[in-house]
């Protein structure tokens, strides 16, 4: 048996094994702060070419290309170097994140083209949220204020403040908070809501940044006020009203105009015949006059 196997290990031993060019990433996730260098580490090992090609891609919308005929292209020339096959960007931004892709193609390889994939994430710490504070807002009427940073990377949380004081929502405060939305809303503001009003996004990467306190004013409806809209609901009460009555009146048909059977036009009788004229030769005197 063992006589068998001895020539068999011998052939296998001696035959030439098909390796391919493999492709990998030590650090597939990388999480850097903005303005940071961004490394995007890429290895490689081939069968036997010795100067493959090396291509970096970054891929969106569509694909682009980061490092392709041994230059940069686009915004990463310039600002941007490799070592081997791993990536370095300078100084990178929001733009920079996304997904990159290196190619080794190896043409002399049994199997010439292997791939790595990179994810980038630059972080960006809060920046000043944009506040939108009405300057006054009428006694029982709703309200909402917003808050918006739309910078921070990951998304910022937001904190309200009324008076240089944090303001937390409870089921017994007249209102609410979205601390993921940066909303406060009202439902029915009263003159204790009045003052000056600011608010502060936060996340891991950087301090909180808040936003210049507004002033909200609470004031009464004018008297004018009031009388125009009292004027306005019953001027459209009473166009309601009308027609009400209309629709009644037409559908009991007290609307609709009678018909006339009889002409009214007046009878003119025809004209009378006229007299008879005498005739003088059969004219006879029946009678005699005296002079």
Known sequence: MKMLLLPLLVSFLHTPICLSVTVSSSKPRVEVHEHTDAVLSCEFRTEK??????????RGKAVTFVYFNNMFTGSYAGRAKIEGATLTIHSVTQKDSGEYRCEVTASEDHVNLGEATVNLNVLVPPHVPSCDVPSSVFVGSGLELLC?????????????????????????????????????KFKSVSKLDAGMYRCESSNSVGAPKSCVAQQLKVVEYPLNMTILIAGA???????????IIVCVCRRQGCCHKSKKTKSTKSYNPPPPPP????????YKQTQSFMI
């Open 275 to 282: 007299p008879p004229t005498r005739n003088l030769k059969h």
């Open 233 to 243: 609901a019953g001027f459209v009460a009473l166009v309601l009203f009308c027609c």
């Open 148 to 184: 918006k940073d739309k910078m921070s990377v990951p998304p910022a949380t937001y904190r309200w403040y009324k008076d240089n004081r944090a303001l937390t929502a409870t089921a017994e405060t007249p209102y609410s908070i979205d601390t993921n939305k940066g909303t406060l």
């Open 49 to 58: 070419d010795q100067n493959p090609r090396i291509e970096w891609k970054k």
